[in-house]
């Protein structure tokens, strides 16, 4: 089926260093989600992205949506080590969700 | 607020046998429910949608008489994996989404299947 290409797939960083991911795709969703999800539990929604060209922040972390509706980017700043987790983004279309392949944070102290 | 709910959360089954999963919307009415699977270090991949009172709609290569889906009310969706085999062993994971303009998934904290 569908899916969002999302990169990249692991990052490997420095606690207090930024973190940058990205998802793209080939159509148009109405809304951007960004989720992470830590072991063993389901992802927990992060921001949500409602408008083409939006830019909505939660603490440290700041989310755009694709002025062409068709990718997102999701930056965390001064990285902690409860960041960890695996950051799905997740596009809305036809009263469903597609997920990305998910991108997995390692922070080191 | 936006708290969904699912048990068990873990459970193990011999194989043959059926296992029920509920998820709960706790605190809002959900006007949809979701079911996915995840394999480990794979992303969620959805298996059904659910409208409360009436039949669920799969994706395509989930079996229907497998994996049968219940939504009897705007707060309750269960999953019953049928017969289940060491190959349903997985993580089952559900949401809850609102109707209007929001579109907003709200998921529950997983099951884990192991089938022995």
């Known amino acids: 089926g569908q899916q969002l290409n999302q990169s990249p797939q692991s990052m490997f960083i420095q606690e207090g260093e930024d973190v940058s991911m990205n998802c793209t795709s080939s159509s148009i969703f109405n809304t951007w989600l960004w989720y992470k999800q830590d072991p063993g539990e389901g992802p927990v929604l992060l921001i949500a992205l409602y408008k083409a060209g939006e830019l909505t922040s939660n603490g440290r972390l700041t989310a755009q949506f694709g002025i062409t509706r068709k990718d997102s980017f999701l930056n965390i700043s001064a990285s902690i080590p409860s960041d960890v987790g695996i950051y799905f983004c997740?596009?809305?279309?036809?009263?469903?969700?597609?997920f990305g392949q998910g991108t997995e944070l390692s922070v080191k102290p | 607020g936006a708290v969904v709910s699912q048990h068990p959360s873990r459970v193990i089954c011999k194989s043959g046998t059926s296992v029920k999963i509920e998820c709960r919307s706790l605190d809002f009415q959900a006007t949809t429910m979701f079911w996915y699977r995840q394999f480990p270090k794979q992303s969620l991949m959805l298996m059904a949608t659910s409208n409360e009172g009436s039949k669920a709609t799969y994706e395509q290569g989930v079996e229907k008489d497998k994996f049968l889906i219940n939504h009897a009310s705007l707060t309750l969706s269960t999953l019953t994996v049928t017969s289940a085999h060491p190959e349903d062993s997985s993580f089952y994971i559900c949401?809850?989404?609102?109707?209007?303009?929001?579109?907003?998934?709200?998921f529950g904290p997983g099951t884990r299947l192991t089938v022995l």
């Open positions: 997740a596009g809305h279309q036809g009263g469903k969700l597609i």
């Open positions: 949401s809850a989404g609102t109707s209007g303009m929001y579109n907003e998934q709200f």
